[in-house]
Nanobody
Framework: QVQLVESGGGLVQAGASLSVSCAAS????????MGWFRRAPGKEREFVAA????????SYADSVKGRFTISRDNAKSTVYLQMNSLTPEDTAVYYC?????????????????WGQGIQVTVAS
């Protein structure tokens, strides 16, 4: 069993930066790829970024590429999402998720565990 707890969300102005974190419990953290997803009001959940179990490989949605950075610290069982140049379109509840194995994926179906989500609001 893996529990994921997000932290660090909040309200920022457009153009600002914000970092969210996700702390994981359990012994299997380094063997699982991790991902960030988001759900904006009235929209479907969408993929944001993913990172392999080792941290060597990352992938991003086109909408955040060049602005967001996903990273992880396996010693701390924590995954991070650094968000720069935020726009109001980035406003959403952000969820971290853990896959079944070490390979990253943009599909929510490949993720076994999910955090409760954290609100990120970007004011114009």
């Amino acid at each position: 069993q893996v529990q994921l707890v997000e932290s660090g969300g909040g309200l920022v102005q457009a153009g600002a930066s914000l970092s969210v974190s996700c702390a994981a419990s359990g012994r299997t953290f380094s063997s699982r790829a991790m991902g960030w997803f988001r759900r904006a009001p009235g929209k479907e959940r969408e993929f944001v970024a993913a990172i392999t179990g080792s941290g060597a490989g990352t992938s991003y949605a086109d909408s955040v590429k060049g602005r967001f950075t996903i990273s992880r610290d396996n010693a701390k069982s924590t995954v991070y999402l650094q968000m720069n140049s935020l726009t109001p379109e980035d406003t959403a509840v952000y969820y971290c998720a853990a896959t079944y194995g070490p390979v990253r994926s943009p599909s929510p179906n490949d993720y076994e565990y999910w955090g409760q989500g954290i609100q990120v609001t970007v004011a114009s």
